[in-house]
């Protein structure tokens, strides 16, 4: 490993570069030279070198610490034979060395690496292992080894450091070592957690006082042994190490070591210094979390010892645990004034407030089946809790929101039985969950009069930046998701009313045409979102109130956000309107829903025209048999939503943003509609006309026969335009992006209109234009050739046997085309002939013939390896096509005729990386393997033996490695 003479020289030069040349070229050059020089093995003497050199600068110091570090982590097989003893006594002189500082504690990693590679049998005789080694060497550095000395003054930080490092990096991902040595490392640490407790104690009583940070290192370090002695490993991956050990220290031990003494002295430090109050936050938590270890296993339900339920004795926690719970609950939530006075500083004391909230939490948390009881002494963190959540700053008010949903899951029988400890039987337990949904409901309502005004958009919310909008976007899902649990508490109807009393007084200021000066839209909207938020925990149907804040809607002024958020609180209660229409019809009440939704529909803003569009087909799909009498109006929404994207066909096409405009806001009443001034977006056209088939499928058979012909009179009129017959004259090559509007309109309507004869009748009238329109883009536009086929899909799949007539022209197409152009789409067309007539006695003849035709030419194009890589959507078609054949009509494609070709085809694609088509596949040889039935075993004996020792020879080099494990079952 010797360097180069001047290796050091130019390493010393590149980081000065790296760090001071004004020049970006220069550094770019300086830092590509060091990225070489780290992945070369001069590294590890120069860097030796450089850090033993007293002349090095501290730029210089960290860098070469830092390279060590990644040495030891990633090249740590490269070094010689015997080597490793001579590093770690370098490693632990360069300790002794540096101050605290970055660079130490890339060394102190380095160490850290370094024990993950050597077992702990080679740190010496004792077989104590690293930890053991390190503090013989370190607490010997002094000549009488007297800690006080100036060495042992040096080496105490050292160890200490040591100590903080080792079981954070327990159980990492980041030193190459093999998996058994990651968990073997993992539980020497654990097993060393107390003597490493021990440890920090006497550094505790030798480090002098003026140690800087001297009580923030020793917690810290403290709350890394506490997590670790408990079996918990703080890696990159969560499951890192293996199944959890059992823990090393007891909580009656940890309840009386000073150390947790220490830890809950300077939680009173919040005012004085909160540097060591934030180091005593992460202590406590370790605590609190130690004294539930024993009794849960991957955050799943209390189990005691003895794997079995323990919610009803202290809630789950054991009785060992007691003493250290009574220890630390009282000391935390005797932090509630110091919470309260920092939610007056105007954020100031943000970040003391931040660690007591995460306290109460972590308290509520890790005793929510306890405090579900509803003990007396298990109130105080209820409490604090609904304190953290009126913060000022919703960030630390969020903090609780976990604590609230699982308190509500356990109340709510969601997670066990809350009433699970009573000894009596059904009665009792439901008055005992009874007695605890009463003494908890208060608190929720306070929740949520605490929470419902943090969503209110704040001013300058126009000028976000996209980020802005996504946390904001997230803060409001989360307190949405908590008003759902607290709704769920308190009930639907009193969340309702607890929500609407500000809400009714705005609404009161609302015009639509000319608003009042005092009307405030950004708290209705937030008001609205909290109604839209609980409506999974609805008030009756009957309720009056919610009724009319439904009716309200029709009065709110056309800004964008607000007609978005009214627009999906309809769409949220659309259940619940049609168990109240069911009650007691209410046409005025969906009169003024549709105006809403109209006017939202026709808005400039895109996302607007989005949400009114889904809560539209919502709300159909909800209460489409009470529509009839609104069918006018709708049919001339409809047609106006058809034409609107009439500029904007090509949109879907060239992928462009989502909608193409607003339109005029429409009129007041769903009655008149108004034309837009620009498009919709095709899929939100598409959400309109979903809704209208929900409607039309509710008509009697005899009523919905002229809606659905009016319906689809302009889109026949469109393809009739773009597909004339071959006599008429018309555009040679209709524009791609309308020919997928006009048929994804078309499949929209044969796929939601349930009433079977009337799809049969419509379609076989279209038929013709339809085979125009694949024949005529089979050969030049794939993608418009799926979207038909997807159309004729879901005609068949409506209709089924009443369009057996049109099976025979429909495969003969298919045919025809994938003979000219082997287009995936008509493989998967064929494949759905099979899925919905495959059972047919009278289709089986023309499904034969056309299986046998496309398999003929798909294995003349999948021949190799490489024509699969190639082709993988041809692949995969073909192999499902294979497979639906089998389970519907196995005799047409296992025969002698076809079979062989299918076998030949897998033996030579079988190793292909596509996942779909690999699947399709092995899917297809299982299933036909699996076959039972005369005719098939009969044909497999006779096509199989030649194939079987290929076969089983890809199909074991498949399992061997050939294919990723996430395929070996459907290879086994």
């Known amino acids: ?63 070469c610490a830092q390279t060590l570090k990644h040495k030891v982590q990633r090249d740590f ?21 540096f101050g605290e500082g970055p660079t130490r504690t890339q060394l102190a990693l380095a160490v850290a690496s370094l ?93 002098p006082e003026n140690t800087r940070n001297k009580r923030g290192r020793i917690l810290d370090a403290y709350a890394a042994w506490v997590r670790l002695s408990q079996g918990r490993l703080n890696a990159d991956d969560p499951s890192a190490g293996g199944p959890r050990e059992p823990p090393q220290i007891d909580p009656a031990t940890l309840a009386a070591h000073p150390l947790t003494a220490l830890a809950l002295e ?76 920092a939610a007056g500083t105007d954020g100031a004391d943000d970040d003391v407030a931040k660690g007591i909230a995460r306290l109460f939490a972590e308290v509520g948390e890790a005793y929510v089946d306890l405090i579900a009881t509803g003990a007396p002494d298990a109130i105080a963190p209820v409490e604090a809790l609904l304190q953290v959540t009126a913060y000022p700053d919703t960030d630390i008010a969020a903090m609780s929101f976990f604590f609230w949903d699982r308190l509500s899951h356990v109340l709510m029988g969601r997670r066990g039985d809350p009433s699970g400890d009573t000894n009596g039987g059904p009665l009792e337990a439901e008055a005992e969950r009874a007695r605890r949904h009463q003494l908890f409901r208060p608190a929720y309502v306070h929740l949520i009069q605490n929470i419902m005004g943090r969503l209110r958009y704040p001013d ?45 007084e705005l609404l009161a200021c609302a015009d639509a045409a000319a608003p009042s000066p005092s009307f405030d839209w950004r708290k209705v909207e937030a008001a609205l979102y909290c109604v839209r938020s609980i409506s999974k925990e609805p008030p009756p149907p009957d309720d009056p109130l919610l009724a009319s804040l439904l009716a309200s809607l029709a009065d709110l002024p056309a800004h964008p956000q607000l007609l978005y958020t009214a627009a999906l609180t309809a769409s949220a209660y659309s259940e619940w309107l049609s168990g109240a229409l069911s009650c007691a019809p209410n046409p005025a009440l969906l009169q003024r829903l549709f105006a809403v939704l109209h006017r939202a529909l026709f808005h400039d803003d895109t996302d607007t025209r989005g949400a009114a569009a889904l809560a539209l087909k919502h709300l159909c799909d909800a209460t489409a048999v009470h529509l009839a009498p609104f069918l006018e109006p709708l049919m001339q929404l409809y047609t106006t939503a ?122 076989r009238e279209l038929w013709p234009v339809v085979a125009r329109g694949l024949e005529r883009c089979g050969d030049r536009d ?160 006779q096509v199989l033996p030649p194939r079987g020792e290929a076969l089983a020879r890809a199909l074991l080099g498949g399992a061997l490695g050939s294919l990723p494990t996430a395929r070996l079952e459907d290879v086994t």
């Open 266 to 341: 300077s939680l009173g430090l919040h005012a004085t210094d909160e540097a060591a109050f934030d180091h005593a936050v992460d202590a406590v938590c370790e605590l609190v979390r130690a004294t539930v270890t024993a009794t849960t296993s991957g955050g799943g339900s209390a189990v005691d010892n003895t794997g079995t339920d323990a919610v009803g004795v202290n809630g789950g926690i054991p009785p060992a645990s007691m003493p250290l719970v009574q220890l630390l609950v009282p000391r935390v939530m005797a932090l509630r004034p110091a919470l309260t006075a």
């Open 77 to 97: 097989d490269d070094l010689p034979v015997g080597a490793a003893g001579s590093l770690r006594d370098s490693l632990v002189a360069l300790l002794l060395r």
């Open 460 to 504: 300058g919310f126009e000028h976000w930046h996209r980020e802005e909008r996504q946390d904001f976007k997230r803060m409001r899902y989360a307190v949405a998701d908590t008003l759902t649990e607290a709704a769920a508490v308190v009930g639907g109807a009193q969340a309702l009313q607890i929500i609407a009393a500000p809400l009714q």
């Open 115 to 207: 024990a993950a590679h050597l077992p702990a049998a080679e740190w010496g005789s004792g077989g104590g292992g690293a930890l053991q080694w390190l503090a013989a060497r370190l607490t010997g550095a002094g000549a009488d080894g007297n800690a006080g000395n100036s060495a042992g003054a040096t080496a105490l930080p050292c160890l200490l450091e040591l100590l903080t490092v080792f079981p954070q990096e327990a159980g990492s991902y980041r030193p190459a070592v093999r998996p058994d040595r990651r968990r073997a490392f993992a539980r020497e640490l654990i097993t060393a957690s107390q003597a490493a407790v021990h440890l920090i104690s006497s550094c505790v009583q030798h480090l």
């Open 642 to 763: 058809l034409t609107s994207t009439s500029t904007v066909a090509g949109a879907k096409e060239t992928e462009s943003s989502a909608g193409t405009g607003g339109g005029t806001e429409g009129a007041a009443s769903s009655s008149r509609v108004g034309g837009p001034e620009r498009g919709m977006d095709p899929d939100d056209v598409l959400q309109v006309i979903e809704g209208l088939c929900y409607v039309v499928s509710a008509l009697p058979t005899e009523q919905a026969d002229p809606v659905l012909t009016a319906m689809l009179q302009p889109i026949a009129a469109a393809l009739m335009h773009a597909f004339p017959p071959a006599e008429s004259a018309g555009p040679a090559a209709p524009d791609s992006g309308l020919i997928v509007l006009h048929f994804d309109r078309l499949a929209t309507v044969m796929r939601h209109v349930a009433h079977p004869e009337l799809v049969a009748g419509v379609f």
């Open 1 to 63: 490993m010797a360097a180069m003479p001047d290796a050091g020289a130019t390493f010393k030069e590149a980081v000065q570069a790296l760090n001071h040349h004004p020049d970006p070229a220069v550094k770019q050059q300086a830092e590509q030279w060091l990225k070489q020089f780290q992945e070369g093995s001069e590294a590890w003497t120069v860097c030796d070198r450089l850090l033993h050199d007293s002349a090095s600068s501290p730029e210089a110091n960290f860098m």
């Open 782 to 941: 794939e993608r418009a050739a799926e979207h038909i086929c997807r159309c004729i899909k879901y005609a068949f799949r409506t209709s089924r046997y009443r369009l057996t007539d049109l099976v025979a022209p429909a495969a003969a197409l298919y045919t025809q085309m994938f003979a000219r152009r082997q287009h995936a789409s008509l493989l998967f067309a064929v494949s759905e002939l099979v899925r919905s007539f495959g059972r047919d006695e009278s289709c089986f003849e023309t499904l034969r013939v056309s299986l046998e035709e496309v398999m003929s030419w798909t294995s003349k194009i999948l021949r190799e390896l490489s024509n699969f890589d190639a082709a993988p959507d041809v692949a995969d078609d073909a192999f499902l096509l294979a497979k639906v054949c089998v389970s519907h009509c196995p005799s047409v494609v296992i025969n002698i005729r076809v079979l062989p070709a299918v076998i030949d085809m897998a033996l030579a694609g079988l190793h292909v990386q596509h996942r779909e088509a690999c699947c399709s596949m092995l899917i297809f040889l299982r299933n036909m393997l699996q076959a039972r039935d005369e005719g098939s075993v009969g044909v497999l004996r």
